[in-house]
């Protein structure tokens, strides 16, 4: 060990740390690109340019689990009469409801899809429900769904975001999805998305793979450095040995140089 | 010794290429084509290849110093022969220096490929 800490070992020592700390720096830093740009991609969906809800889902269809956030264009007429609370949605930090009233798409008889018109405080001071025809731009967002039972199915207000729940209070086929109104309704607070979209599993995996490469490329500069250690002092070892070898032939060989001397 | 020499040369040959696409092919047709040519458009996908060098180089680094130990290089040529992987066409030039040395030193190692 105190063999191993002799100046002359030393630059090599320090280059071993500063390799190692470049590599695990630089490691560090791709795994912090490939976070960065999964969540640019997952935020950037919500920020696209508005589709028609067709587009993305029928009204039967399961929810498209890459259209999360998507902006979809909706067109159509409130169902002022199917206006919800929903019970523990947060807005700067205040607990509150978001004010709910589907809409049925392309009016008439068609089917709704539920839109978050924005959020209040307490549902007694919510404005009048919108009435008569809408044109707005809303994210998609899927259901809730951990089955939290609405404990009082009487009154106007759920726990939960569930289309089973909200299918009770409207005579309506409804899309398996709701919408949050950009920018809110009637001058209500914009509601906050809940549910980002999720970056695809291959986004900047070159990223996540780089910075896997760096790590494996420190461990593998300390195995550089063990191993030209133990050869190191390995080879000192043996020369101390060589010495010792050498003085004892000088000294054999001096007692015998004066019989030489006598020949 | 034999098997680390084989996997040596092939890793060297397979890095030297991926190198030599990479740098030389994808790089330029990426950055000095026409950006939405197709031929441009194919330099930027080609330019995956750079992650598969990434991690052969990384096998390549490995095999060479283990190979470097057992055939006593000094530490110069130890450092030159995995820096070579980095260094467009230079790993071609280092593995036929490597082949001479290894076969000037051992001469039961038969001529591989």
Redesign the interface.
């Known amino acids: 060990m105190r063999e191993a800490l002799r100046p002359r070992f030393w630059p090599g020592h320090l280059l071993a740390v500063v390799l190692t700390l470049a590599t695990v720096v630089l490691g560090v830093w791709q795994i912090g690109a490939w976070q960065d740009r999964r969540e640019a991609e997952a935020r950037d969906l919500t920020r696209s340019a508005p589709v028609a809800l067709d587009d993305v889902m029928g009204p039967d269809d399961p929810f498209p689990g890459q259209s999360v956030g998507q902006p979809v264009d909706l067109d159509g007429t409130w169902l002022s009469e199917g206006t919800l609370f929903v019970s523990g949605r947060e807005h700067d930090g205040q607990d509150g409801y978001w004010m709910l009233t589907p809409l049925a798409v392309g009016g008439g008889d068609n089917p709704a899809v539920p839109v978050v018109l924005g959020w209040v405080a307490d549902p007694a001071d919510a404005p009048a429900p919108p009435t008569g025809e809408a044109d707005l731009v809303g994210w998609l967002q899927p259901p809730d769904g951990t089955g939290q039972v609405d404990d009082d199915p009487s009154d106007d207000v759920l726990p939960q975001l569930r289309i089973a729940d909200v299918i009770q209070r409207v005579d309506r086929d409804l899309y398996g999805a709701y919408a949050v109104a950009q920018g809110g309704v009637d001058g209500l607070p914009q509601a906050d998305l809940t549910q980002l979209p999720e970056a695809g599993r291959f986004t900047a995996l070159?990223n996540l793979?780089?910075g896997l490469?760096w790590f494996?490329?420190g461990a593998?500069v300390v195995?550089?450095w063990w191993?030209?250690l133990g050869?190191q002092l390995a080879a000192g070892r043996r020369s101390d040995e060589a010495e010792a070898d050498r003085d004892d032939e000088e000294r054999t060989a001096d007692e015998d140089a004066p019989d030489t001397v006598d020949v | 010794m034999k098997g680390l020499f084989t996997a040596y040369r092939v890793l060297a040959i397979v890095v030297g290429v991926l190198l030599a696409v990479c740098s030389l092919v994808a790089l330029p047709m990426k950055y000095l084509l026409t950006e939405g040519t197709a031929a441009q458009q194919f330099g930027e996908d080609l330019s995956v290849l750079w992650l598969v060098h990434g991690w052969i180089f990384m096998i390549y680094v490995v095999v060479a110093f283990f190979l470097s130990r057992k055939a006593g290089w000094s530490y110069g040529f130890t450092i030159v022969a995995l820096v070579a992987g980095l260094v467009p066409l230079l790993i071609f030039w280092v593995e036929r220096q490597v082949v001479h040395k290894l076969k000037a030193e051992n001469p039961d190692l038969e001529p591989v490929a």
């Open positions: 070159r793979l780089y490469e494996v490329f593998f195995l550089m191993r030209w050869e």
